[in-house]
């Protein structure tokens, strides 16, 4: 069973950059893809990015330029950063797994964290 | 973009209940079309992919139907365990956009 986990800080001022990191157990990030979603509070769910282990990535446009996401094959990880914060950057940050052969749906989650942009 | 639509928002609902939650989308999406249930502080659960190929392990009283630009989500006899949020998400174009979700109370 894989089981994906976020960790990060809870509270990052305006301006200042998140970095987050999902950890992968139970499967290795090696021919999957991997992706970040997010949800503002009281708001729908939205795709932040995905990448591939090899390291190629697609972003949401409305992010791009801003946000960068890497893959760490030897710690079974992947991670987030987010540049620029605003108070609209704060949202329960997701990472998931791409289903194998069903492009684009997310099979395996993590719980989430909750990522506040305030100072 | 494709902008997706739940309705209702909120729904409240009896265990034993048969339920059925909507999707539409802005455009066709063909049946390229995921439900997902989440409960706070735990991690989303697939339920449904391709509008309504049951994903492993998900019990059978779930069901999903319908392509194009309308979609539903049915349990057919509501258990204590599905009182949730639940969201349709289109994967026929990028940015493979989620619906606003429905919360699925208890009456």
């Known amino acids: 069973q894989v089981q994906l986990q976020e960790s990060g800080p809870g509270l990052v001022k305006p301006s200042e950059t998140l970095s987050l990191m999902c950890s992968v157990s139970?499967?290795?990030?090696?021919?999957?893809?991997w992706g970040w979603i997010r949800q503002p509070p009281g708001k729908g769910l939205e795709l932040i990015g995905y990448?591939?282990?090899?390291?190629?990535?697609n972003y949401n446009p409305s992010l791009t330029g801003r946000v960068t996401i890497s893959a760490d094959t030897a710690k079974n990880q992947f991670s987030l950063m987010l540049t620029s914060l605003t108070a609209a950057d704060t949202a329960v940050y997701f990472c998931?797994?791409?289903?194998?052969?069903?492009?684009?749906?997310?099979?395996?989650w993590g719980q989430g964290i909750l990522v506040s942009v305030s100072s | 973009d494709i902008q997706m639509t739940q309705s209702p928002s909120t729904l409240s609902a009896s265990v034993g209940d048969r339920v059925t939650i909507t999707c539409r989308a802005s455009q066709s999406v063909s049946n390229w079309l995921a439900w997902y249930q989440h409960k706070p502080g735990n991690a989303p659960k697939l339920l449904i992919y391709k509008a309504s190929s049951l994903e492993s392990g998900v019990p059978s009283r779930f069901s999903g139907s319908g392509s194009g630009t309308e979609f539903t989500l049915t349990i057919s006899s509501l258990q204590p365990d599905d009182f949730a949020t639940y969201y349709c998400?289109?994967?026929?174009?990028?940015?493979?956009?989620f619906g606003q979700g429905t919360k699925l109370e208890i009456k």
């Open positions: 998931a797994r791409i289903k194998p052969e069903e492009w684009l749906v997310f099979d395996y």
């Open positions: 139970g499967g290795s990030i090696r021919n999957n893809y």
């Open positions: 998400q289109q994967y026929h174009s990028f940015l493979y956009t």
């Open positions: 990448i591939h282990y090899s390291g190629s990535t």
